[in-house]
Nanobody, 127 residues
Framework: QVRLVESGGGLVQAGGSLRLSCVAS????????MGWFRQVRGKEREFVAA????????YYADSVKGLFNISRDNAKNMMYLQMNSLKPEDTAVYYC????????????????????WGQGTQVTVSS
């Protein structure tokens, strides 16, 4: 069974930075596309960023492009989301997700395309 666990969330002032981490267990992630989503209570989960299994291709939501950076370290079975210049509207629970099929499409942006999900980590940006 694949398990994803996020960490690194917390409270930060507007303009600050946070680095989220996602560690996978149960299988190696090196052949699976992965991504980050976020959800505000009462709203739908939204796509934030995606990364190919090799890490060479990335894709971002327009709202975070140029501010957030997604990366992965397959040797450590980990994925990261570096978030800079945070704004109050970035406040949400952030989830990491993994494709269920190996060597699939490089980039997945839709929630239903992902099979495995973490439990989420809260990010709160104060104004």
């Amino acid at each position: 069974q694949v398990r994803l666990v996020e960490s690194g969330g917390g409270l930060v002032q507007a303009g600050g930075s946070l680095r989220l981490s996602c560690v996978a267990s149960g299988r190696t992630i090196s052949s699976y596309a992965m991504g980050w989503f976020r959800q505000v209570r009462g709203k739908e989960r939204e796509f934030v960023a995606a990364i190919s299994y090799s890490g060479t291709t990335t894709y971002y939501a327009d709202s975070v492009k140029g501010l957030f950076n997604i990366s992965r370290d397959n040797a450590k079975n980990m994925m990261y989301l570096q978030m800079n210049s945070l704004k109050p509207e970035d406040t949400a629970v952030y989830y990491c997700a993994s494709d269920g099929s190996s060597w699939g499409p490089d980039i997945l942006v839709r929630e239903y395309e992902y099979t495995y999900w973490g439990q989420g980590t809260q990010v709160t940006v104060s104004s």
